[in-house]
């Protein structure tokens, strides 16, 4: 494979602020959502995830959190990272509120255990994620940079299509009992969103975010290639094998393969990482660190799960929790103190470059809530896990709490740098701006033509 250049951004490729914001900031009110959920439903969460509620809270995370905040930053990515175009923004703007409706009655239903409200919104959920892989897919002919992102979120969606038809065919099971849905069955549907979906999605967006905004540059990606191999093909193995032979000895094999994959995939950024030319640790890459181990503690308890280990019931809950809220949640919490301030600077503040002095990223971001956020992101998330692992509901409570805290911490830094005139301009020495406004795109070569050009 010949070398790469240095990746270019491409802001005139950006879509209109209207498609990827409602997507980030629905997910930003997801996030408190699910983070208030795990002191309240603590008890419920000590004693196992076969409970209506567990289910509700793990759904409002995974769908209403995490997917919904990788739909808007795909949205943005995808045209600025990857040099395409967005088949249909208007059908990405109108998808946000069908999608979020069906999130929104899909998870109250099975909070209270409403068959028909989980069938009929699962249906609309269903829908809505159909139209926005169908939307991307279509985009996939307009990318010029071929990047092991475009191939890591082309295998993301086509597991996002899998483990909807899994969840689609649960949800309606659910209210017509057409067959017993057994535990196997349950781990084949979470296990296609998880490693499949967000798995891919979330290692191959990391690769990219890693390249711009660390300067963090390779020429050639054959480990990467190699690892999206093998965590696809041993996906298809282990969910396969937990609906044909959940009992037998190809489940581990599978699963250790996946965990192998997983040391590859956190290995390799860390080498990306330490090859980066911007050597100040970002509040990013705190969160990168976190979710890395969470990664790691995830294929400690799974693979020995996979074995057919005899373990307390919230040892199930703390390998989702480790997965969902560790390698998941801290990444888009990270990426998020990326992406958004992009976002609203691209859109708010480049079209006035060269006519007074323009705020940098980090001038977006309210630091002392981040780390504010950070310290009690990690604190509670700690404490949680381990009031799972010991099956303390008090641990549990106090850790979620926590958490909660972190969670409008950084709720509250995220929704300054989106609130209009939140930021002074400031000048710099001798009067001047600070410093030219493009390079208040950090990370990554600009494309020539993208330079904003200043209003006459």
Same mark, same amino acid.
């Given at each position: 494979?010949?070398?790469?250049a240095?990746?270019?951004?491409? &802001?005139?490729?950006?879509?209109?602020?209207?498609?990827?914001?409602?997507?980030?900031m629905?997910?930003?009110?997801?996030?408190?959502?699910?983070?208030a959920?795990?002191?309240?439903?603590?008890?419920d969460l000590?004693?196992?995830?076969?409970?209506?509620?567990?289910?509700?809270?793990?759904?409002?995370?995974?769908?209403?959190?995490?997917?919904?905040?990788?739909?808007?930053?795909?949205?943005?990515?995808?045209?600025?990272?990857?040099?395409?175009?967005?088949?249909?923004?208007?059908?990405?703007?109108?998808?946000?509120?069908?999608?979020?409706?069906?999130?929104?009655?899909?998870?109250?239903?099975?909070?209270?255990?409403?068959?028909?409200?989980?069938?009929?919104?699962?249906?609309?959920?269903?829908g809505?994620?159909?139209?926005?892989?169908?939307?991307?897919?279509?985009?996939?002919?307009?990318?010029?940079?071929?990047? &092991?992102?475009?191939?890591?979120?082309?295998?993301?969606?086509? +597991?996002?299509?899998?483990?909807?038809?899994?969840?689609?065919?649960?949800?309606?099971?659910?209210?017509?009992?057409?067959?017993?849905?057994?535990?196997?069955?349950l781990?084949?549907?979470?296990?296609?969103? #998880?490693v499949?979906?967000?798995?891919?999605?979330?290692?191959?967006?990391?690769?990219?975010?890693?390249?711009?905004?660390a300067?963090?540059?390779?020429?050639r +990606?054959?480990?990467?290639? !190699?690892?999206?191999?093998?965590?696809?093909?041993?996906?298809?193995? #282990?969910?396969?094998? #937990? @609906?044909?032979?959940? !009992?037998?000895?190809?489940?581990?094999?599978?699963?250790s393969l996946?965990?192998?994959?997983?040391?590859?995939?956190?290995?390799?950024?860390?080498a990306?990482?330490?090859?980066?030319?911007?050597?100040?640790?970002?509040?990013?890459?705190?969160?990168?660190a976190?979710?890395?181990?969470?990664?790691?503690?995830? @294929?400690?308890?799974?693979?020995?799960?996979?074995?057919?280990?005899?373990?307390?019931?919230?040892?199930?809950?703390?390998?989702?929790?480790?997965?969902?809220?560790?390698?998941?949640?801290?990444?888009? @919490?990270?990426?998020?103190?990326?992406?958004?301030?992009?976002? @609203?600077?691209?859109?708010?503040?480049?079209?006035?470059?060269?006519?007074? &002095?323009?705020?940098?990223?980090?001038?977006?971001?309210?630091?002392?809530?981040?780390?504010?956020?950070?310290?009690?992101?990690?604190?509670?998330?700690?404490?949680?896990?381990?009031?799972?692992?010991?099956?303390?509901?008090?641990?549990?409570?106090?850790?979620?709490?926590?958490?909660?805290?972190?969670?409008?911490?950084f709720?509250?830094?995220?929704?300054?740098?989106?609130?209009?005139?939140?930021?002074?301009?400031?000048?710099?020495?001798?009067?001047?701006?600070?410093?030219?406004?493009?390079?208040?795109?950090?990370?990554?070569?600009?494309?020539?033509?993208?330079?904003?050009?200043?209003?006459?």
């Open positions: 494979m010949e070398r790469m240095a990746p270019a951004i491409r &802001p005139q490729r950006s879509p209109e602020l209207a498609l990827p914001l409602p997507y980030l629905a997910a930003l009110a997801a996030f408190v959502v699910a983070a959920g795990v002191p309240l439903l603590a008890p000590v004693r196992g995830s076969d409970d209506p509620r567990v289910f509700a809270l793990t759904h409002v995370a995974v769908l209403g959190w995490v997917t919904m905040a990788m739909m808007g930053a795909l949205y943005q990515l995808f045209p600025v990272a990857l040099g395409a175009r967005i088949h249909s923004v208007r059908l990405g703007r109108w998808n946000f509120y069908a999608y979020g409706a069906g999130v929104s009655g899909f998870v109250p239903s099975f909070f209270v255990d409403w068959t028909p409200g989980v069938a009929a919104f699962g249906v609309l959920v269903v809505g994620i159909a139209h926005f892989a169908s939307n991307l897919l279509r985009s996939y002919p307009s990318v010029r940079h071929w990047h &092991p992102m475009a191939a890591y979120v082309l295998a993301g969606l086509a +597991w996002l299509v899998v483990t909807m038809g899994f969840g689609l065919t649960w949800a309606l099971d659910w209210e017509f009992h057409w067959f017993v849905i057994t535990p196997a069955m781990a084949a549907h979470v296990h296609a969103g #998880l499949g979906w967000l798995g891919c999605t979330w290692m191959g967006v990391s690769y990219k975010l890693m390249e711009l905004f300067l963090a540059h390779r020429g +990606w054959r480990v990467a290639y !190699a690892n999206l191999i093998l965590v696809n093909g041993a996906l298809v193995g #282990l969910d396969v094998s #937990l @609906v044909v032979r959940p !009992a037998s000895g190809a489940t581990l094999v599978f699963a996946l965990g192998a994959a997983a040391v590859v995939f956190a290995c390799d950024l860390v990306l990482w330490v090859r980066r030319r911007r050597r100040p640790v970002s509040l990013e890459q705190g969160h990168v976190v979710s890395l181990a969470s990664l790691l503690l995830a @294929v400690g308890l799974g693979v020995p799960l996979a074995a057919g280990a005899t373990v307390a019931p919230s040892w199930v809950v703390a390998y989702g929790y480790a997965a969902i809220a560790g390698t998941f949640g801290f990444a888009v @919490v990270g990426k998020t103190y990326k992406i958004v301030p992009f976002l @609203v600077w691209l859109h708010r503040y480049s079209p006035h470059a060269g006519t007074r &002095p323009l705020p940098l990223l980090t001038d977006l971001v309210d630091g002392r809530l981040g780390v504010a956020s950070f310290a009690l992101l990690a604190l509670g998330y700690a404490t949680v896990l381990a009031g799972l692992l010991s099956a303390r509901v008090v641990w549990v409570q106090a850790g979620g709490i926590t958490f909660l805290g972190g969670a409008l911490c709720a509250g830094a995220i929704v300054g740098v989106v609130w209009p005139g939140r930021w002074i301009g400031r000048s710099g020495p001798g009067g001047g701006p600070r410093r030219p406004a493009v390079a208040a795109l950090p990370g990554a070569r600009l494309d020539p033509a993208a330079v904003p050009t200043p209003p006459r």
